[in-house]
């Protein structure tokens, strides 16, 4: 795939920076929306399709782009279909650093380096372009506005914001109540979108992240301490 086009993980990581403090909101649940948002990123280029709530590789060619060809390569290693929420829920160290690097590579973030409290390094990141932030923006701002149906990206990257908690970021106060609600109604317009958002809320809420239990056939299928001990999250 070429790079004249944005991704997904790139347009969610902007959106989510701040241009006033440099730093991006909903650090925590960021990571999970990238992580969902390259499972979008590849089912869009044909590489992967949802089965169920599961996620097949159905084309193991790699993209081009590297990081979203080192997630494909864990996908294809796995050998049969993965939960979204599994893969989504799984670590995903450096993730969002890993897209800021890249940003700043493609000078379309540069870093400030600072420090906080006077002692301890940090570093902020600034949008070089902000003409290619507000573009992302309009485009959320067209779907919410008008009520037509958002191409495909435009629906994910939608789902993905409501997701991860960018609505209160992007539509503040009780003036954006409504916008909020109508990001979150876009999640329907796309089907990936959708399943890995909803993948992504999961995860945060700590559903559907332990290993379901077979059903029990009568007294000898429960075996002493069954039922303790459960492996949270995480776990694949």
């Not at 403090?21 to 590489?47: F, I, M, N």
């Not at 290693?77 to 670590?91: E, F, L, M």
């Not at 573009?135 to 067209?142: G, K, T, V, W, Y």
Request: aromatic share 2%.
């Amino acid at each position: 795939m070429g790079r004249s086009r944005r991704t997904i993980p790139e347009e969610l990581l902007l959106l989510a920076l701040d241009p006033a403090t440099g730093t991006t909101a909903q650090p925590q649940s960021l990571d999970l929306g990238l992580a969902g948002a390259q499972l979008v990123e590849l089912a869009l280029a044909g590489r992967i399709a949802p089965d169920g709530d599961r996620i097949a590789v159905v084309h193991p060619r790699p993209t081009g782009d590297p990081t979203l060809d080192t997630a494909l390569e864990l996908l294809r290693r796995r050998g049969s279909p993965v939960r979204a929420v599994h893969w989504i829920g799984g670590p995903r160290l450096g993730l969002r650093q890993t897209y800021l690097a890249h940003l700043e590579r493609c000078d379309m973030v540069h870093a400030v380096p600072g420090q906080m409290c006077g002692v301890l390094p940090t570093t902020r990141y600034q949008a070089t372009d902000s003409e290619v932030s507000r573009e992302i923006r309009a485009r959320l701002d067209n779907a919410i506005r008008t009520g037509v149906p958002p191409d495909p990206r435009t629906a994910a990257l939608a789902a993905l914001a409501h997701a991860v908690g960018l609505g209160k970021h992007l539509y503040p106060g009780n003036e954006g109540r409504s916008s909020r609600s109508r990001l979150r109604d876009l999640i329907r317009y796309d089907p990936m979108g959708g399943l890995v958002a909803h993948a992504v809320m999961d995860v945060q809420n700590g559903v559907a992240v332990q290993p379901r239990r077979p059903a029990a056939q009568g007294p000898a299928a429960a075996p002493r301490g069954a039922g303790r001990g459960m492996v949270r999250a995480g776990a694949r």
